[in-house]
């Protein structure tokens, strides 16, 4: 899968929206921060900002997203700044990946639905 080029905010837009998802079910493994942080550091930050500065930022607003309307919220802003399908369809598949790393649950299913919908897939 070809990265997009990406803006400094498209980077944190996408940043945010791996965390949410790492938050869809309450639970988060290691498997998941593993794969989290791996997915953060690969999307190309500017070298004024650190990818785990902003992830440290990203989860203290992805805690308040504690019911799937106020992901929905968070995930519908994010996505408006990714612009181009191209970006959507990246930030679509390492979510997908993100969440299968651990295996599926119920509610991260109920997730992807509501991120199918905000990335208008």
């Not at 980077?11 to 079910?25: Q, S």
């Not at 999307?43 to 309307?69: C, H, M, V």
């Not at 979510?95 to 991260?108: V, W």
């Amino acid at each position: 899968m070809r990265k997009p080029t990406l803006t400094q905010n498209q980077c944190e837009a996408i940043a945010d929206i791996l965390v949410v998802a790492m938050y869809a079910d309450g639970h988060i493994s290691l498997l998941e921060d593993e794969n989290l942080n791996e997915k953060i550091d690969a999307l190309g930050w500017d070298e004024n900002q650190s990818p785990s500065f902003y992830l440290n930022l990203s989860i203290a607003k992805s805690r308040a997203a504690d019911t799937l309307d106020k992901a929905k919220s968070i995930l519908e802003d994010r996505s408006a700044i990714l612009e181009t399908q191209e970006i959507k369809d990246y930030t679509y598949r390492k979510t997908i990946d993100l969440l299968q790393s651990d295996g599926l649950t119920d509610e991260e299913k109920e997730f992807i639905v509501v991120l199918r919908s905000a990335l208008n897939q």
